[in-house]
């Protein structure tokens, strides 16, 4: 039985004119002594393939799924876990990522759904060794019904608080059953839209409690997988507490959780909190804290979530130099956290925007690489900073300068501005658009 009447995507090289075809991601081709594969680790999201109907504000879902008839059965849930797996693995995707209520229905009360996500599960772990696909990560879906309007971890209600502990450990255990190599907590409705009715302390210290509590259960089941925040400062509420690395940053510094948690980045939760990806991975790589990225894009000066396919080699650079800075991944990938655009409603889109999405990381990775190679931005960063090898600049990093020592050689030494080189800024950037090509 097929669901879709594409080919398996193959590679064919730049001069290739067939869409259904990779014109650079080819897979097993060594970039640094690595195959390809191994540097991206390319995940799709279900929640977006399987379950984005691209509906807008304005009206109905466009999308076309043939596949599915529409209800929230569970026979339903089961045959959306075939044609999942045929997708992905014609596309040649390697990992995928999940919610709990992506992949099986709400049932009747909580142990109904617990037994419909136990199914899929079941299903799930069944087409992962027929086909080697791997789970990327898992999460538990704690925005969409209506009990979590006012948050989960940070709801008012205590009650609706144990509701969501009880789906976290579900999912957790679910993604330990799966062998998911990761698990997200992206923030939902944790956050407020006003303050005149919030005791926002009370709220951020509940939701340090959720994540402490994840943590134990962690160590008491043997997960090994790494633990995500996902930052986002708008959407769906007003104030979302998981604003930028930053913030996620101080906040599990706060609560003695900094060492359990990396960072899950999304392109488009990055310009929303009117930072560049580059700079949300740059605080995340100086600290060690990279863990994951959710590869999508927004549409310039929207200021809303739009998450596209990322098309735009210069930002997929950025990210792969990142990547390669950090020395690639370990338990992280790149998920395609992206929808097709709601006029692209053939069910063949779904092939062809993965493939414009694979095919620009796939080029922005030999990208990164020669750059890196070249070391242009390395040496001309390392010249910049020359003066704190030595000298004055030496005692000053290593803690043995005082503002009297720094006051007596500044009278010494005079007008420093000849010491002040040029940044350089347009010379770099013209540098490394010579490497996009
Ligand atoms: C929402 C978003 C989520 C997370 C997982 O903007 O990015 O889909 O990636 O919950
Ligand atoms: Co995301």
């Not at 104030?239 to 959780?257: P, S």
């Not at 995340?284 to 596209?308: F, M, R």
């Not at 070391?375 to 503002?403: H, M, P, Q, T």
Request: hydrophobic share 40%; with cysteine; aromatic share 12%.
């Amino acid at each position: 039985m097929s669901y879709f009447d594409v080919p398996e995507i193959k590679f064919e090289g730049s001069a290739s004119r067939n869409p259904f075809a990779f014109k650079h991601y080819n897979p097993e081709e060594l970039v640094d002594g690595k195959p390809m594969k191994d540097h991206l680790r390319f995940a799709c999201a279900y929640w977006h393939t399987m379950r984005g109907t691209s509906s807008d504000p304005f009206g109905a879902g466009t999308a076309l799924m043939p596949w599915d008839d529409g209800s929230d059965s569970l026979a339903n849930a089961l045959k959306r876990v075939d044609v999942f797996f045929e997708f992905i693995q014609k596309c040649g995707l390697d990992f995928y990522c999940f919610h709990d209520r992506d992949v099986s229905p709400e049932g009747r009360n909580l142990a109904e759904t617990f037994d419909n996500f136990d199914a899929v599960t079941e299903k799930l772990l069944a087409k992962q060794k027929e086909t080697g696909k791997k789970l990327l990560w898992g999460t538990a879906n704690l925005f969409s019904h209506p009990r979590f309007m006012q948050g989960a971890g940070t709801s008012p209600s205590a009650d609706v608080f144990a509701y969501a502990a009880a789906n976290v450990k579900k999912a957790m255990d679910a993604t330990l059953k799966l062998g998911g190599e990761g698990y997200v907590f992206w923030g939902g409705r944790e956050g407020y839209n006003t303050l005149l009715n919030t005791d926002m302390k009370r709220e951020l210290n509940h939701l340090a409690q959720l994540l402490k509590m994840a943590v134990a259960y962690k160590a008491k089941i043997g997960f090994k997988g790494q633990f995500y925040i996902e930052p986002k400062p708008k959407e769906p509420t007003t104030h979302q507490y998981d604003t930028d690395t930053a913030t996620c940053m101080n906040f599990l510094r706060e609560h003695g959780l900094l060492g359990e948690f990396k960072m899950n980045i999304e392109t488009n939760h990055a310009e929303l909190a009117q930072h560049t990806m580059a700079h949300e991975l740059a605080v995340c790589v100086d600290n060690g804290i990279l863990g994951s990225i959710d590869a999508n894009s927004g549409t310039q000066n929207i200021g809303w979530d739009t998450d596209e396919f990322p098309t735009n080699l210069y930002m997929a650079t950025d990210v792969m130099l990142a990547v390669l800075k950090m020395g690639g991944f370990t338990t992280g990938g790149l998920n395609f956290d992206a929808k097709r655009r709601r006029e692209s409603f053939q069910p063949d889109d779904l092939f062809l925007a993965h493939i414009a999405g694979m095919d620009t990381f796939a080029r922005a990775l030999k990208i990164a690489s020669e750059i890196k190679k070249d070391g242009f931005l390395e040496a001309f960063v390392a010249d910049r900073y020359a003066s704190w090898n030595s000298g004055i600049g030496a005692k000053i990093e290593a803690g043995e300068a005082c503002f009297d020592c720094l006051s007596e050689y500044a009278l010494k030494q005079g007008e420093p501005l000849a010491t002040v080189k040029s940044g350089r800024q347009e010379l770099l950037q013209a540098t490394l658009n010579s490497f996009i090509r």
